[in-house]
């Protein structure tokens, strides 16, 4: 005899959407990652492939961090304001965006 269950589907008519809501809530800040402390070193190699990517206008894809996740994005350099901590990007679609420095997690050549 074969006992054909439900799974969690039974579960989740008898939840209040409370508990629902908190549940998800859980999972997505259970997957949320802390943003890496960087020495030095990275540092450097970061501003370095920075600085010859706005000089030699290579294409750059930058690894970036916000709110637990990490994201990353190509585009080429317009400018650096490093008053204001930003980088000015145009991606090949012509759209330009800004990252902050303190969002850098790291930078490659592509």
């Given at each position: 005899m074969?006992?054909r269950?439900r799974?969690?589907?039974?579960?989740?008519?008898?939840?209040?959407t409370e508990?629902?809501?908190?549940?998800?809530q859980?999972?997505?800040?259970?997957?949320?990652q802390?943003l890496?402390?960087?020495?030095?070193?990275?540092?450097?190699?970061i501003?370095?492939?920075?600085r010859?990517?706005f000089?030699h206008?290579h294409?750059l894809?930058?690894d970036?961090?916000?709110?637990g996740?990490?994201t990353?994005?190509?585009g080429y350099?317009k400018?650096?304001?490093?008053?204001?901590?930003m980088?000015?990007?145009k991606d090949?679609l012509?759209v330009?965006?800004?990252?902050?420095?303190?969002r850098l997690v790291g930078?490659?050549r592509?």
């Amino acid at each position: 005899m074969i006992l054909r269950d439900r799974g969690s589907k039974k579960w989740t008519a008898m939840m209040l959407t409370e508990h629902v809501a908190q549940i998800r809530q859980y999972y997505l800040n259970d997957s949320k990652q802390l943003l890496p402390e960087l020495d030095e070193m990275q540092i450097e190699e970061i501003e370095r492939t920075i600085r010859e990517a706005f000089e030699h206008g290579h294409l750059l894809e930058v690894d970036t961090w916000k709110d637990g996740y990490f994201t990353k994005r190509c585009g080429y350099v317009k400018k650096v304001n490093p008053h204001g901590r930003m980088i000015l990007f145009k991606d090949e679609l012509e759209v330009e965006f800004s990252i902050h420095l303190y969002r850098l997690v790291g930078a490659a050549r592509v």
